[in-house]
């Protein structure tokens, strides 16, 4: 099994910036593919951003391309969503997660794994 820790969360005023950070353990981090998704109170689990195992694939949701950027450092296991020019509407708890292979994926359904989430809230 594998196990996904999110850190990074908290509170930040609208136009600010935050860096969320993925450590996972417990499988070959260099072998698959990671994924950023978030959830607001009362709406359905969406899309942010995924990588391919290698780092060389890159997939963002419209809402957030252009302010955010997902990365990895396969030495450290790590996965990172930096994420600029917050919105409000960017108010979520937001899911590390990882699919069972390299491919990356972009819906909830195609992932295997996920961490527990921590909370990005943007004030206006």
């Known amino acids: 099994q594998v196990q996904l820790v999110e850190s990074g969360g908290g509170l930040v005023q609208a136009g600010g910036s935050l860096r969320l950070s993925c450590a996972a353990s417990g499988r070959t981090f260099s072998s698959y593919a990671m994924g950023w998704f978030r959830q607001a109170p009362g709406k359905e689990r969406e899309f942010v951003a995924t990588i391919s195992a290698s780092g060389g694939t890159i997939y963002y949701a419209d809402s957030v391309k252009g302010r955010f950027t997902i990365s990895r450092d396969n030495a450290k296991n790590t996965v990172y969503l930096q994420m600029n020019s917050l919105k409000p509407e960017d108010t979520a708890v937001y899911y590390c997660?990882?699919?069972?292979?390299?491919?990356?994926?972009?819906?909830?359904?195609?992932?295997?794994?996920w961490g527990k989430g921590t909370l990005v809230t943007v004030s206006s």
């Open positions: 997660a990882a699919p069972s292979g390299s491919y990356p994926r972009r819906t909830p359904d195609g992932m295997d794994y």
